[in-house]
Each structure stands twice: as C-alpha cells, then as structure tokens.
C-alpha cells in the first residue's frame, strides 16, 4: 500500500490524468483525491475506470471524480476529457499524461506491417503531444499549470528487444525539453517521470514472456524494482515545486534523481552566437504570447 503524504498546496486542485484505471495512473490519482483535489480519468477501460471514479466518489459522499472513455491518440477524445474536467469541476490546474502501451516495443525483426509500427509511436509519443496542446490551452485560460509526462527510464537508456519502446518513450523526454520557455508564455510546467521497472500489469506482461524468445524478460523479473510510492512522490514533487521545468525525473530503486540534459558542445556556439541567443528569448516568448492568444480564439470557436 502506498503511503500518501499530504501537500496542502493542492487542496481543491483540478487534475486530468491518462491511462489512470490502473497502475501508476491510478496510483498518482489515489495520491491527488487523498489531498483533495478533484480527478477527471480518460482510459479505455471503461469498467475499470468508471469503478475508480465511483469507488471515489461514494467515499467523499460527493463528486470529486469523473470518468470519460478516452482514446489518447484522438484529438476529439482529449478534448472531450479536458472539457468535462472543465464542466464538472471549472477548470484544470494539473495533468497527468500517463497512457501508453507496450505492444509492438520488439520490432527489430517483425513483420512490415505499418499498423504495428504506428501504433506504439501514436499511443506512446504522438498522444503525449496531443494532451499536452490541449491541456495548455485549459491551463492558460486557468492562468497556469502543471503537466506531468509518463516517459520510462527506456527514454534515457535503451535495451535490447524494446527498439520501438525505447524510440518512444525517448521522444517524450525531447517532447518535455522543448517546454523552456512556457512559464514566461502562460505560467505552464512541463516535466518528465522516467521509471524504472515498477510492479505493474506492464511488467508482468514483460515477466510472463518467454524467455527463449524474449531473453531480456527473465532481466526483468529478477531485477530490484522501484516503488509506487517513489513514483507517487515524484510526480508530487515535480507537481509542487514551482522551480521544476523540463526535468527528467527518474524513479529509481534507491529513489528520485535528476538526469541532466545534454551540455550544448561549444563549437555549437561563440560570442556573436550568445548575443543572438540573449535577444532570441524575450522575442520567441511574445511570439508565443501571439500564438498562444490565436490558439485560444481558434479553440473557443470549435466549441
């Protein structure tokens, strides 16, 4: 069982959470509700989800919870789940970007089949981009916010058998890098969880494989795991501390720690270089101001 800890910052908070029937998600969503916030959960699991939200709910002897089936990979079902967060509850001020799939992650030598190929790439990176456009728009019309990216520690490191899961989950951490300059454009954080193995319906599906087929497997079933509630408390910390923007946070066996990004080579850059970079900052946060207010428009008119 997890213990929560309590962050009196989140009192009557809004979060939207992915993927949050089950396992992290419904970790982290357990986590949010025992601090008061109110929770919106997209998953595809109907039954599982909708008893999460129930089981919430009868408990508080109110609503605090509601649940929409959500396929991720959709525009219109991201913006259906940011909308009810905003009908049931006024607004959103955290999410959780958490759904994701392992199917298709040992692709090396599989067969050509596009379906397959899209597939992993459009639930594990092209979705986490969709949420996150949309859950910028509801944010900056709240007047700032958080967002919480699902990577894995296959965004850092790379394994054999899970190519395609590791191409995945890597561009989740570039994706959550990008976001420098967001809390001068609207007050919008953006960080990264990258987890190490954790017991979850995942790992036991890595675990259940066939280890003549799939050697990596029997890696992972006898490996130190990390634990929910250092994810929990991850996902907590990078919540509520107001410093933290396009981190990567690992969740390791022996706790949290920061990866550092990449240190710019200097060749990539001179004095002249540094001039430019000094006056590029202020320009390219009014040009996302500008950008910012014409997505704003075009989104209010779709609704």
């Known amino acids: 069982m997890v213990t929560i800890k309590l ?16 396992g992290i998600g419904k970790a982290v969503s357990d986590a949010l509700i025992e601090n008061n916030c109110k929770v919106v959960i997209g998953d595809i699991l109907e039954k599982e989800g909708q008893e999460v939200v129930d089981a919430y709910n009868e408990k508080a002897g109110l609503k605090v919870a509601a649940f929409i089936r959500t396929d991720v990979t959709k525009y219109s079902d991201n913006i259906a789940l940011f909308k009810l967060a905003e009908t049931e509850f006024g607004g959103v001020d955290i999410a959780l970007m958490n759904a994701g799939i392992v199917t298709g992650a040992d692709s090396m030598f599989t067969p050509l089949d596009d379906a397959t190929e899209n597939r992993i790439i459009d639930v594990n990176a092209a979705a986490m981009i969709k949420g996150t456009k949309v859950a910028l728009l509801h944010m900056a019309k709240r ?31 570039g994706y959550t890098r990008s976001f420098q300059l967001m809390p001068s454009i609207c007050n919008v954080r953006v960080n990264a969880l990258c987890p190490f193995w954790i017991e979850t319906e995942l790992t036991a599906k890595f675990c259940n494989s066939d280890y003549e087929k799939f050697p990596y497997a029997k890696v992972i079933s006898r490996c130190r795991y990390a634990t929910m509630e250092c994810l929990v408390e991850g996902f907590m910390t990078l919540t509520t501390d107001e410093s933290r ?23 990539f850059s001179g004095s002249a270089d540094r001039e430019t970079l000094a006056q590029f900052i202020p320009a390219a946060i009014a040009v996302g101001k500008h950008e910012l207010a014409e997505a704003l428009a075009r989104y209010e008119q779709q609704r």
């Open 245 to 267: 923007n396009t981190q990567t946070l690992k969740v390791l066996p022996d706790g949290l720690e920061i990866e550092q990004a990449p240190v710019v080579p200097d060749s």
């Open 143 to 173: 007047g700032g916010g958080s967002i919480v990216l699902v990577s894995s520690m296959a965004g850092i490191y790379s394994a054999p058998n899970l190519a395609s899961y590791n191409a995945s989950k890597h561009a989740v951490v």
């Open 7 to 22: 962050y009196p910052t989140l009192d009557e908070k809004v979060a939207v959470l992915t993927g949050a029937a089950r």
